[in-house]
């Protein structure tokens, strides 16, 4: 499947990476730590980041551009994250299980960037967010439904394993009306049948028509304001004040999934970039600073539902049957707090965005000018510094529109950029890069000149 020369390469360049996938094998399963690291012929197994580069147990140096899954921003082991961590830990960076005063400072710096958010609560990750405010919103609505976006990733629970990672195959025709299908086993029949509603992202007219048949039943639509499954979709013709405008008509909470967009795409994620307001926001990654670090949060009487309840029979509310449970051991970590406050105040210094901006147009309008003067059939999407490219694809505005690209060419585009020292990305073609401050121009122009070196091969076929 893979192309054999730039496997050959990888091989060669990394025997330690190898031998490690052995010894790994056999105490994790599959020598991995989440499945979407599982690649062939072996993961690349990393020791640390610097700045903008990563670097293996061989020793090679990689422009890393997957930078912890989007979680890093300013560049890996930025300084002043470090002593504030540090300062953290020497103080007593472990868990302390009680409230903390970093809590109350980060609460502070993330409602800025954040207005939506009146009220916000903390987790661990994107993960833990999203589920928690689905729980929100099924306690404030007292309905059982959500409504996802076909292709969308919300994390990894049994509510959000839905109609992602679907091959054409499996999918009836009707695009309109997508069906709704489980991600891998272990999902209770009764969640997929009867708990999740699917629908497509950018058609708001089948969007409507769907979360009007449901309206009765739907306590959220969980939505990312920019679509990160399948690669790159960006939200076309305010599909996403159209959006806020129809959930907001039949009563449906609004749930922004900015774990992946927030303070990337702009300061304020997706909201601040298309002007709208979410009920409810999960946000993880970068807010977190490179940390484990998630928060949730929005409008005051619909997160006010997590608050201990006196209403209802004495027994009702000494079992907690009235408000919606929202607890975690490890919930606003000392440590996780420290580095996303001060990553969300870095962050807010001025020409931040405007030079995350300036290297994005470089990097994804260079790779735009190559396929066009190379005249080989692709797009590439891109919002800021998060992007994806797209083989044999001409447009890719919908999920589906992203079935058409080739798997193969963008396996010699990635397995090529690893032999030539570039980590593009989440190593699979419905994933995407991303870009820090801590690139400079020069870094952006030697991957372009690999770009350039691996279309030609790709184009040579
Ligand atoms: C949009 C989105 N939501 C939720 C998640 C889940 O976050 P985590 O991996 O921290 O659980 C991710 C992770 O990639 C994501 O991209």
Redesign the pocket.
């Known amino acids: 499947m893979e192309d054999e020369k730039h496997i050959e390469e990888f091989k060669k360049k990394t025997p330690k990476s190898q031998q490690l996938y052995i010894q790994a094998s056999k105490h994790i399963a599959g020598g991995v730590e989440s499945n979407v690291r599982i690649i062939d012929p072996y993961p690349i197994y990393m020791t640390h980041g610097k700045g903008q580069f990563i670097y293996d147990v061989d020793g090679n140096e990689y422009i890393d551009l997957l930078l912890g899954?989007?979680s890093i921003i300013l560049g890996h082991n930025d300084p002043e994250i470090r002593q504030a961590v540090i300062d953290r830990v020497t103080k007593g960076g472990d868990v302390l299980g009680a409230p903390s005063d970093l809590a109350v400072e980060y609460a502070e710096k993330v409602k800025k960037p954040f207005p939506s958010m009146d009220l916000i609560r903390f987790c661990n990750?994107?993960?833990?967010a999203?589920m928690n405010l689905i729980r929100i919103a099924r306690a404030y609505t007292g309905k059982d439904c959500i409504a996802k976006a076909e292709g969308a990733?919300?994390?990894?629970h049994d509510y959000a394993l839905h109609a992602l990672h679907l091959t054409e195959d499996l999918l009836d025709g009707d695009p309109r009306n997508p069906p709704c299908l489980p991600y891998g086993s272990g999902i209770p029949k009764y969640i997929t049948e009867e708990l999740i509603k699917v629908f497509p992202f950018n058609d708001i007219n089948a969007t409507a028509e769907i979360l009007e048949k449901n309206q009765d039943k739907l306590a959220a639509v969980i939505v990312?304001p920019v679509m990160?499954g399948g690669g790159l979709i960006i939200p076309k013709n305010d599909f996403l004040k159209d959006l806020r405008r129809v959930t907001e008509k039949l009563g449906i909470v609004l749930i922004f999934?900015e774990?992946?967009v927030g303070f990337r795409i702009a300061y304020g994620g997706g909201q601040e970039k298309y002007d709208v307001k979410a009920d409810l926001t999960?946000l993880?990654?970068i807010a977190g600073g490179g940390f484990q670090l998630?928060c949730l949060g929005g409008k005051r009487e619909i997160m006010e539902i997590v608050l201990p309840s006196t209403q209802g029979t004495a027994a009702e509310v000494t079992a907690g049957m009235t408000s919606a449970v929202q607890v975690g051991t490890y919930n606003g970590h000392p440590t996780g707090l420290a580095a996303g406050s001060k990553a969300i105040e870095i962050l807010g210094r001025p020409g931040t965005y405007e030079y995350l901006e300036k290297i994005s147009a470089m990097l994804f309008g260079g790779l735009r000018d190559q396929l066009e003067d190379k005249k080989i059939v692709g797009t590439v999407n891109n919002v800021g510094p998060l992007g994806q490219i797209y083989f044999d694809c001409d447009k890719a505005d919908t999920w589906r529109e992203t079935f058409a690209l080739s798997e193969e060419k963008w396996n010699k585009f990635f397995y090529g950029g690893i032999s030539k020292g570039v980590y593009f990305g989440i190593p699979h073609p419905d994933e995407r890069f991303f870009l820090s401050k801590a690139h400079t121009e020069e870094d952006i122009q030697r991957v372009l000149d690999i770009t350039d070196e691996l279309l030609n091969e790709i184009k040579k076929g």
Do not use: C
Request: charged letters at 20%.
């Open positions: 899954m989007g990750s994107g993960t833990e999203t990733y919300h994390g990894g990312e990160g999934d774990v992946l999960a993880s990654k998630a």
